[in-house]
């Protein structure tokens, strides 16, 4: 069972336009939201966080929304950018005795074409 | 990141084989995680390990043990390996001071098992 479901799988979005990637979770127990990007051949990093405390986050072009009455969270990349060219994951996680233990939604392709 | 490190970075093995993983970090972290990553499902924690003396099971550590030998090593050990077992494995770390929030990943290791 997928605690974190991901949409869409893959986007394709023009240079300079917005790019959107959508997340839903059911535990309400959740008290962290990162998002990871991760290229060819490398492992994920963080990329932005949010605490179910805030309903945006903004860094630079990256935006999270956060709804806890619905139970999604989304990124925008705003004026996207080819090398914005990556996989994106939504994670949500609660903290176990110190240890984050991070759920993973199944990811998203995204393609900026220039 | 050349920060956590894991070996083999590929590795092709047969049915039945045992196998371990190696991760390495230099980061100082107390926290160490293993994923798998399959297409269309993200990435799924195996295992976690507070510190030495501390391991926990993730979502899925059927078939799969571990070894904590220090602070800096967290191994990954396919006692018997089989087909489905084909996937991308990262390690990952965590500190404490920062109550596990980010997490850092390695450059991960492509297993295939014929």
């Known amino acids: 069972q997928q605690q974190v479901k991901q949409s869409p799988q893959s986007l394709i979005v023009q240079k300079g336009g917005i790019s959107i990637i959508n997340c839903a979770y059911e535990?309400?127990?959740?008290?962290?939201f990162p998002w990871y990007q991760q290229f060819p051949g490398k492992g994920p990093a963080l990329l932005i966080a949010?605490?179910?405390?805030?309903s945006e986050k903004k860094e630079g072009r990256f935006t999270i929304s956060f709804n806890k009455s619905a139970k999604q969270f989304s990124l925008h990349i705003m004026d996207s950018q080819p090398g914005d060219s990556a996989t994106y994951f939504c994670?949500?996680?609660?903290?176990?005795?110190?240890?984050?233990?991070?759920?993973f939604g199944q990811g998203t392709r995204l393609t900026i074409n220039p | 990141d050349a920060d956590v490190t894991q070996t083999p970075r590929n590795r092709i093995t047969k049915t039945g084989k045992r196998i371990m993983l190696e991760c390495s970090q230099t980061?100082?972290?107390?926290?160490m995680y293993w994923y798998r990553q399959d297409p269309g499902l993200g990435l799924r924690l195996i295992y976690y390990s507070f510190d030495v003396k501390d391991i926990n099971k993730g979502e899925i550590s059927d078939g799969y043990s571990v070894s904590r030998q220090a602070q800096a090593k967290f191994s990954l050990s396919l006692e018997s390996a089989i087909p489905n077992q084909t996937a991308l494995y990262f390690c990952?770390?965590?500190?404490?001071?920062?109550?596990?929030?980010?997490?850092?990943f390695g450059p991960g290791t492509r297993l295939t098992v014929t």
């Open positions: 980061k100082g972290h107390d926290r």
């Open positions: 994670a949500a996680s609660m903290g176990i005795q110190g240890a984050q233990k991070l759920v």
């Open positions: 949010i605490r179910p405390d805030v």
């Open positions: 535990n309400t127990a959740f008290d962290y």
């Open positions: 990952a770390t965590s500190d404490r001071s920062d109550l596990g929030y980010e997490q850092y």
